[in-house]
């Protein structure tokens, strides 16, 4: 699985941005599709995950009424659209691939196998 993230730039806090991921290769053989983000001198932390089949959706409590992830599976395609953000939201964002995570495991960034190059989203306030 192939991963290519877009959309990342500069905006005000309390502004809107959707991130894209577009997904290549064994697509199929996905069970999540997840949003992660690293801020400068932070690790990475998990923002959002989508069950590529049932569409079910799991968030970050920080991010929990802000941010909506879905995909697309016609087009290989999963979003984050982010509203009302916030300075704290800046940080690079990768969309990741999980293969055979199970829910309970779904927010943990080591049970991604694939990872897209990350796209970088700045809040001014």
């Known amino acids: 699985v192939q991963l290519q993230a877009s959309g990342g730039g500069l905006v005000q806090a309390g502004d809107s941005l959707r991130l894209s991921c577009t997904a290549s290769?064994?697509?199929?053989?996905?069970?999540?599709m997840g949003w992660f983000r690293q801020a400068p001198g932070r690790e990475r932390e998990f923002v959002a995950t989508?069950?590529?089949?049932?569409?079910?959706?799991y968030y970050a409590d920080s991010v929990k009424g802000r941010f909506t992830i879905s995909r697309d599976k016609a087009k290989n395609m999963v979003y984050l659209q982010m509203n009302s953000l916030k300075p704290e939201d800046t940080a690079v964002y990768y969309c990741?691939?999980?293969?055979?995570?199970?829910?309970?495991?779904?927010?943990?960034?080591?049970?991604?196998?694939?990872w897209g190059q990350g796209t970088l989203v700045t809040v001014s306030s």
């Open positions: 990741a691939s999980a293969v055979s995570a199970i829910l309970s495991s779904s927010s943990s960034s080591g049970a991604y196998e694939y």
């Open positions: 290769g064994r697509t199929s053989s996905s069970r999540f």
């Open positions: 989508i069950n590529w089949r049932g569409g079910h959706e």
